[in-house]
């Protein structure tokens, strides 16, 4: 196993793992605002913000670890009638494009973050560059993974996309 691919199911695993966590989170929060509101009559004003932190947080660390197990959604069919030799080609072609839309996510989400720096969430009282974070730190996690897959290709990475 080499260093990369070492290092690639170790983030995998904790970004999953940081997946978890949030949803986990996101469950406890929305049935807390849920009960505030509707037994208490008191609804607390951050738990939209909370809420949409954390799903922000479960679809960017889901879909960096789904793109190292290969578990993006994938229309094969057609692929698998071309011959193997162009199969590993098309396989390059996806594992580029998804390079490609990880680099515009992270720039895109910098660029975000910076932009609203100097803003901030009024129910939290912390920036809104927060927001942000999580595709930041997700688009390294699918650049790299990417880098892996295409520097280590599984047997089946064809038949995968």
Do not use: K
């Not at 929060?29 to 609804?43: E, K, L, P, Q």
């Not at 030799?85 to 975000?112: E, N, P």
């Amino acid at each position: 196993m080499s260093g990369l691919t070492l290092v690639s199911a170790h983030l995998s695993r904790w970004a999953l793992a940081i997946a978890s966590l949030c949803l986990a989170g996101l469950g406890v929060v929305v049935i807390y605002g849920v009960v505030m509101r509707y037994v208490f009559n008191n609804a607390p004003p951050y738990v939209e913000q909370v809420a949409l932190l954390l799903v922000i947080s479960v679809a960017m660390f889901g879909a960096a670890a789904g793109v190292r197990e290969a578990g993006h959604i994938g229309l094969d069919s057609a692929v698998l009638l071309l011959p193997e030799r162009v199969q590993r080609w098309v396989a390059v072609g996806v594992d580029l494009m998804i390079m490609l839309f990880a680099a515009v996510l992270f720039w895109g989400s910098v660029q975000m973050g910076l932009s609203t720096y100097h803003d901030t969430i009024p129910t939290l009282g912390i920036s809104e560059a927060f927001r942000y974070l999580p595709p930041v730190v997700a688009g390294v996690l699918i650049i790299l993974f990417s880098v892996e897959r295409l520097l280590h290709p599984a047997p089946e990475a064809a038949a995968q996309h």
